[in-house]
């Protein structure tokens, strides 16, 4: 049986939740942390501390700078050695805030208890305030600022609160554990941002290779206005238009968001970082993330200090295998591989991936056969092959009627290839380009 089958808008690719079931494992801090100031779709945040100063966890150390934009807060104590450029996953040189760590010393604002607590009594404008000041943005990957969604625009309506534990990508397995070790604090987040929202009405889906989180969520949600829904096991089941499609069967219109049919979605470690914000006082300075791969010694579910190095990572997971060839930031779909692992986990951080010398390997690149099979699985009804096809004759100028902009990034075009195109190589360049235009002729 092959390892690849297909369907329409999606496609099933092996699983390999070689860390499902595992514990997370809280991490100390790193002996240095590199905090950048853009982690966050929108303007970077603007600095607010300089070499020399001591700072404590939960310190705000990065104001937003705009109404897309997010604040940045220390997520260890100790002494700023630098506000320079520092390597992050892009593989660029970015502004960040370089700490040298000094023991573990907290604001004294902030709950560090256990115990939980729950209906909060705080209006919705309270509770959009205290998300945007604890700088919370999506955990999925999308980094969007999450007060922002909050604030409905003028015109829109919305009815239903969609929370997102479906984890379809590959290897990953971060927000699994937090379903089945958070779930009672999971709860409460999703409610505040019910009611930061303003909407009576919650769905939580999850995929159906996840039956132990289902049934504990399911548990946990009885008696309150929160749905749980089972779905199908099918990737990219978690991409936000498809999550509306499969829980509402609504159709998010080309170019459009969520919320123009009614929704709008967060990830469910963005429901428990509202959680630990609103009840708790606590920025978002740290995150789980799964360290994986099938030559790692210790797969595992870290939760690790925002700004610790992908190295010390490795480290607590058993070391760098002699045989790894890639270290992928994210899941082999639509992570992106790593030229440095002394790159600083980011709030986007879901998950570090070590694919070994026979999983890295590129096939030979052959020519297209026309077999429509790109065309087939992409979830957003592209056109892969002639969206590659334009970007690597440098026409960018076409790629833009041909909806481009719509490709969510998923890697169904590239998996499914009989060819070993690089279809997303080539669209993801293109997508690229075509904002540079698109930004170009709006600022005329």
């Not at 966890?57 to 260890?76: K, M, P, T, Y």
Request: net charge neutral; charged share 20%; hydrophobic share 40%.
């Amino acid at each position: 049986m092959s390892l690849k089958t297909f369907s329409r808008g999606g496609v099933h690719p092996p699983e390999h939740k070689l860390s499902a079931g595992n514990k997370i494992i809280e991490l100390p801090p790193p002996e240095v942390a590199v905090i950048p100031v853009a982690q966050h779709l929108g303007a970077p945040s603007k600095v607010l501390v300089n070499r020399g100063d001591q700072v404590k966890v939960g310190q705000l150390i990065a104001e937003s700078a705009g109404f897309v934009s997010s604040n940045i807060h220390s997520s260890v104590s100790g002494k700023v050695l630098k506000v320079d450029q520092f390597m992050d996953s892009s593989g660029y040189r970015r502004l960040a805030i370089q700490i040298q760590v000094e023991g573990d010393q907290w604001l004294d604002t902030i709950d560090r208890s256990d115990d939980l607590v729950r209906n909060s009594v705080l209006p919705a404008e309270d509770i959009r305030k205290k998300i945007l000041e604890a700088g919370i943005v999506g955990l999925g990957g999308a980094t969007f600022p999450s007060h922002v969604k909050l604030m409905v625009p003028q015109g829109k309506t919305s009815e239903y609160l969609l929370i997102n534990g479906v984890e379809c990508e590959p290897y990953l397995t971060a927000d699994h554990s937090l379903m089945m070790e958070r779930s009672e604090e999971l709860l409460s987040g999703i409610q505040l941002l019910m009611k930061g929202l303003g909407v009576e009405r919650a769905i939580i889906g999850i995929e159906n290779n996840k039956p132990d989180a289902i049934q504990k969520m399911q548990q946990v949600v009885q008696g309150s206005s929160v749905a749980v829904q089972g779905l199908k096991v099918k990737y990219p089941q978690g991409g936000e238009k498809q999550l509306v499609k499969a829980l509402l069967k609504r159709e998010v219109p080309s170019g459009g968001l969520p919320i123009d049919v009614g929704v709008v979605v967060f990830n469910v470690g963005t429901a428990l970082a509202t959680y630990e914000a609103v009840m708790k006082n606590r920025p978002l300075i740290d995150r789980v993330v799964t360290v994986t791969g099938k030559s790692l010694e210790k797969p595992s579910n870290f939760q690790v200090r925002i700004g610790t190095p992908v190295s010390y990572l490795i480290e607590q997971a058993g070391g760098l295998p002699e045989n790894t060839a890639k270290v992928i930031n994210g899941g082999p779909m639509m992570g992106r591989a790593l030229s440095t692992i002394d790159v600083p986990v980011v709030k986007g951080s879901s998950g570090i991936l070590l694919m070994n010398e026979d999983e890295a390997r590129r096939k030979e690149v052959k020519p297209c056969i026309r077999c429509a099979k790109c065309v087939t699985v992409c979830p957003m009804g592209l056109e892969p092959y002639l969206l590659m096809t334009l970007s690597e004759k440098s026409l960018y100028e076409g790629m833009e009627p041909e909806k481009v902009m719509d490709c969510i990034e998923c890697g169904s075009c590239s998996y499914t290839c009989p060819s070993s195109r690089p279809l997303l190589d080539y669209i993801r360049l293109g997508k690229g380009e075509v904002g540079k235009i698109m930004r170009a002729s709006s600022a005329v």
